[in-house]
């Protein structure tokens, strides 16, 4: 059974500091599909990124960056210079074949980030 | 583009009433997904559709509960009867070619409140 744990249940930090969210997953599949997703205190979820299981290469956005390990099948988020508007409570998410090409998607509990002005 | 639309933003009831939830995918979206996200269970998968088809109802609680999609552009999930622990903010998503590989596309959700 496919399996994602998001340690950090809450994170505070101070505007403008760096702040890493862990992402662990477990799965039996070789092609498996990672995401994050981020929810503001809004309500609704955001698609930020999508790797799949044969691309280990770190990806950076503005100042959002993802570090993909098999090795430690972790999948971790980092914000660089926090702001305000990052305060939301970002999911991590394993995708892999169930069977008969049905996909099971799993989230992970999710860590709620606050950034303190 | 227009994005996942779901109505009613909020929803409150009283027990044993019956509730439906509506959803319009994003257009050419052929899978859509309904999922359900409370404070002690999180974020639940109920059920996908491919093509109007539902693929996986594994995540359906209980009878209870029941989704259609009579078209490419609609779905619905319906509680009948209703009761307190079905209350939780319930959200719709679609996405192209399948689960696995394309993101999914989050409506707004609805929030549901059993009374």
């Known amino acids: 059974a496919q399996k994602v744990t998001q340690a950090q249940t809450e994170i505070s930090v101070v505007e403008k500091e760096d702040v890493t969210l862990d992402c662990v997953y477990e799965t039996r599949d070789t092609t498996y599909y990672l995401f994050w997703y981020k929810q503001p205190p809004s309500g609704e979820l955001v698609f930020l990124i999508r790797r799949n299981s044969f691309d280990e290469q770190n990806e950076i956005s503005g100042r959002y960056s993802w570090n993909f390990q098999k090795s430690t099948s972790s999948f971790n988020f980092t914000i660089t210079a926090s702001q305000v508007v990052d305060s939301a409570v970002y999911f991590c998410?394993?995708?892999?074949?169930?069977?008969?090409?049905?996909?099971?998607?799993?989230f992970g509990k999710g860590t709620k980030l606050s950034v303190i002005p | 583009d227009a994005g996942v639309i779901q109505s009613p933003r909020h929803e409150v009831t009283e027990m044993g009433q019956e509730v439906t939830l509506r959803c319009k995918p994003i257009s050419g979206h052929d899978y859509l997904f309904w999922y359900r996200q409370t404070m002690m269970r999180g974020l639940e998968l109920l059920i996908y559709?491919?093509?109007?088809?539902?693929?996986?109802d594994s995540g359906m609680p209980e009878d209870r509960f029941s989704a259609k999609m009579p078209n490419a552009s609609f779905s619905t999930l319906k509680i009948q009867p209703s009761e307190p622990r079905d209350s939780a903010v319930y959200f719709c998503?679609?996405?192209?070619?399948?689960?696995?590989?394309?993101?999914?596309?989050f409506g707004d959700g609805t929030r549901l409140s059993i009374l």
């Open positions: 559709f491919n093509n109007n088809v539902p693929i996986d």
């Open positions: 998410a394993l995708s892999e074949d169930s069977g008969a090409g049905s996909y099971q998607l799993t």
């Open positions: 998503a679609s996405s192209s070619r399948g689960l696995g590989n394309q993101p999914q596309h």
